[in-house]
């Protein structure tokens, strides 16, 4: 059973000015397994549903899972990507994923972020990004002159390290979830191409 008080916390940032700059424009967002168990528990509510439609499956070669891992914040000191899922009967991977948008996020609701605690990995470490190895403040977030301290960069770790844990203990429920999902919503496929 799925353990939904894992990840309470959040990254946080002093002064966060809640613009929800953050929000808007966004990039691939990777939906991991605690927030596709979330989706799938909500799936039978009618305004969840219209937003499930947004979602895209990406399909993703072996070879190329390391370049899709450093595209969408997901290579740590270790590849998450390959631990979210197992592959499929040919051996690809597929991951689902709040596809890049020039507008806002939906899921942003009036009063923020409708996922709450269940949101993507990445939203939950905002404005924390890894850039060329280094923990750095994402360039998107007024605040990313802020200096960070020792505690935020321990807390990283931890989130990091139980994410990592529960991902793979779910790895194949994951897989098995993604297809149910999938065969009810249909999501558009996309073929990862490295850059
Ligand atoms: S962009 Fe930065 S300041 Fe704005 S809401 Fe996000 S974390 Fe807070
Ligand atoms: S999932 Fe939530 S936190 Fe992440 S970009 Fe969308 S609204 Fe923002």
């Not at 969408?72 to 000191?77: C, E, G, L, S, V």
């Not at 390959?82 to 499929?88: F, G, H, R, V």
């Not at 897989?175 to 999938?182: D, P, Q, V």
């Given at each position: 059973?799925?353990?939904?008080?894992?990840?309470?916390?959040?990254?946080?940032?002093?002064?966060?000015?809640?613009?929800?700059?953050?929000?808007?424009d966004i990039p691939t967002c990777i939906i991991d397994y605690h927030t596709l168990h979330f989706l799938a528990l909500k799936s039978k509510n009618a305004n969840f549903e219209k937003l499930l439609n947004e979602i895209v499956l990406y399909r993703i070669k072996p070879e190329f899972l390391n370049s899709a891992a450093y595209?969408?914040?997901?290579?740590?000191?270790?590849?998450?990507?390959?631990?979210?899922?197992?592959?499929?009967?040919?051996?690809?991977?597929?991951?689902?994923?709040?596809?890049?948008t020039r507008g806002k996020c939906p899921f942003l609701s009036e009063i923020g972020c409708i996922l709450r605690e269940n949101k993507p990995l990445n939203c939950k470490l905002f404005p924390y990004i890894q850039f060329q190895?280094?923990?750095?403040?994402?360039?998107?977030?007024?605040?990313?002159?802020?200096?960070?301290?020792?505690?935020?960069?321990?807390?990283?770790?931890?989130?990091?390290?139980?994410?990592?844990?529960?991902a793979?203990?779910?790895?194949?429920?994951?897989?098995?979830?993604?297809?149910?999902?999938?065969?009810?919503?249909?999501w558009r496929i996309i073929n990862y191409k490295s850059l």
């Open positions: 059973m799925f353990n939904n008080a894992l990840f309470p916390d959040e990254m946080s940032i002093s002064q966060c000015a809640t613009c929800r700059l953050c929000c808007s595209l969408w914040q997901h290579y740590f000191k270790y590849n998450l990507l390959e631990m979210i899922t197992i592959p499929n009967d040919v051996g690809d991977f597929l991951i689902a994923a709040i596809p890049k190895g280094r923990i750095s403040i994402s360039p998107v977030c007024p605040l990313q002159k802020k200096s960070i301290s020792e505690i935020t960069l321990n807390k990283l770790d931890e989130i990091l390290e139980e994410y990592t844990q529960t793979i203990h779910h790895s194949l429920d994951y897989y098995e979830l993604l297809k149910r999902m999938n065969s009810k919503f249909n």
